[in-house]
């Protein structure tokens, strides 16, 4: 079920493009070279290897490395109620082709947890892309190509909109997600706001004791809901509802969504980064972009992209896979050449 314009007024911009799924090679920049088609690799599908931990800023975080150490380097971002196994096929193909693939837990998910007890468990925007920002430091990466989906999208685009020069290309799932907490005010019509029923269940303490009673089963039931065509396995599901047994899952789960809706207030230490993404017309994302909608997703807006399209002011190029919500996992080939493409753009 597509919705009508659901996502971008209450995220900022959207839309969905003419380029089916399973196509290749895919055309790369404003060229008419093609990039050599991703397909099977001997890198095994489906296994990442060992999870890897580092501190990071405020953060012990834990990711996967994958792929030649000297590659150029790929960061690969996940969303929400999701995990690092969103890329868990999209990575070693990236990775046989010649990229060092980094796949961080977000804070809340999986093993990365808060270095100090003590630390507060902040929810804004920003503080997703300053744990980003923090990780590459210290992996001594200074510019990387960036692709994500959802909360994933969200931030990579802040990262390209404020710190181009850490970003040598992106692929942003759903267009423009950089969160504008004025335009969230306003409502959005019945059928769209209706797919947004777990944000406002977040914001009701019933909402909380939902969540943390029903964690697993809260997530299966989104991941039913955004991707109808996806038929995927008990086991696939339950290998990613382990990383939200993270101690920190519910509080920054719950947190975020509020602080969307201006229920959570804005952390004073993100004040100078958030004054630069709340103006309007919101800040522009300069660097190379490849933009995915999923066909089947119910937050992609109607469109081919045009609601979202001003916002990426760079080499630009937009596609439609045929899929629901989690795009990486659902497409993981199409995905991995969105990358490869959006790095030659």
Do not use: C
Request: no cysteine; proline share 8%; aromatic share 12%.
């Amino acid at each position: 079920m597509v919705t009508s314009n659901p996502r971008r007024q209450f995220l900022q911009a959207a839309g969905s493009a003419a380029l089916a799924a399973g196509v290749a090679p895919l055309v790369m920049g404003g060229a008419a070279e093609a990039a050599a088609p991703v397909t099977s690799t001997s890198v095994k599908a489906g296994h990442f290897g060992p999870v890897r931990q580092i501190d990071a800023g405020v953060l012990n975080v834990g990711y996967v490395d994958l792929g030649p150490a000297k590659g150029t380097p790929v960061i690969l971002l996940h969303g929400f109620p999701y995990d690092i196994h969103s890329y868990v096929d999209v990575a070693p193909l990236l990775a046989a082709r010649g990229y060092r693939v980094i796949v961080p837990y977000f804070r809340g998910h999986g093993s990365t947890r808060f270095r100090s007890a003590s630390t507060p468990r902040n929810v804004d925007q920003a503080a997703f892309a300053l744990d980003i920002l923090a990780l590459l430091d210290k992996l001594k990466i200074r510019r990387a190509v960036f692709a994500g989906y959802d909360w994933g999208s969200r931030t990579a685009d802040i990262i390209a909109a404020l710190w181009p020069e850490r970003v040598k290309a992106l692929v942003s799932v759903t267009g423009y997600l950089i969160t504008n907490l004025e335009a969230n005010l306003s409502p959005l019509p019945p059928a769209a706001e209706n797919d947004w029923w777990y944000q406002y269940y977040f914001a009701t303490e019933r909402g909380v004791k939902g969540l943390t009673t029903y964690t697993s089963e809260l997530g299966q039931f989104i991941w039913k809901f955004n991707s109808p065509t996806w038929k995927f396995s008990q086991a696939v599901y339950d290998r990613t509802a382990a990383a939200f047994k993270n101690p920190d899952y519910v509080p920054i789960v719950i947190g975020n969504y509020r602080w969307r809706l201006s229920l959570a207030p804005a952390e004073p230490e993100y004040a100078d980064i958030e004054k630069k993404l709340q103006v309007v017309p919101p800040p522009p994302i300069s660097v190379p972009t490849i933009t995915i909608d999923g066909k089947y997703d119910p937050f992609t807006p109607e469109g081919n992209g045009s609601s979202y399209r001003s916002h990426f002011t760079g080499k630009y190029r937009h596609r439609t896979f045929n899929v629901g919500h989690n795009v990486p996992q659902e497409a993981p080939r199409e995905f991995a050449q969105a990358v490869v493409d959006a790095d030659r753009l």
